[in-house]
Nanobody
Framework: QVQLVESGGGLAQAGGSLRLSCAAS????????MAWFRQGPGKEREFVAT???????YYADSVKGRFTISRDNALNTVYLQMNSLKPEDTAVYYC???????????????????WGQGTQVTVSS
């Protein structure tokens, strides 16, 4: 069992930056595949980025080149650095952890076993 707590959300202007953090409790954080998802108003939850046990990363096309996911296993924390923010990035951002990787990739909501409560990111134009 792992508990996830996100922080770092807030209000930013278009073109600005924010850094989200997700602190995990429990053991063996390094064994989890970690990810960020987001859910905008009236939209379904969508994949943003994932990082594997060996620090391999994969991004949604909509954020590629602007967002960077990273992890610090010593601190049990995963980060999402968001640069060049756009109003369409406005959403609640969720941290997620998966017990194992999947051969078809880890970009689906149903691949993840644990979720944080979410943090709001609002980007003004």
């Amino acid at each position: 069992q792992v508990q996830l707590v996100e922080s770092g959300g807030g209000l930013a202007q278009a073109g600005g930056s924010l850094r989200l953090s997700c602190a995990a409790s429990g053991r063996a954080f390094s064994n989890y595949v970690m990810a960020w998802f987001r859910q905008g108003p009236g939209k379904e939850r969508e994949f943003v980025a994932t990082i594997s046990r060996s620090d391999g990363t994969y991004y949604a096309d909509s954020v590629k080149g602007r967002f960077t996911i990273s992890r610090d296993n010593a601190l049990n924390t995963v980060y999402l650095q968001m640069n060049s923010l756009k109003p369409e990035d406005t959403a609640v951002y969720y941290c997620a952890a998966a017990n194992r990787p999947y051969s078809g990739g880890n970009s689906r909501v149903d691949r993840y076993d644990y979720w944080g409560q979410g943090t709001q990111v609002t980007v003004s134009s």
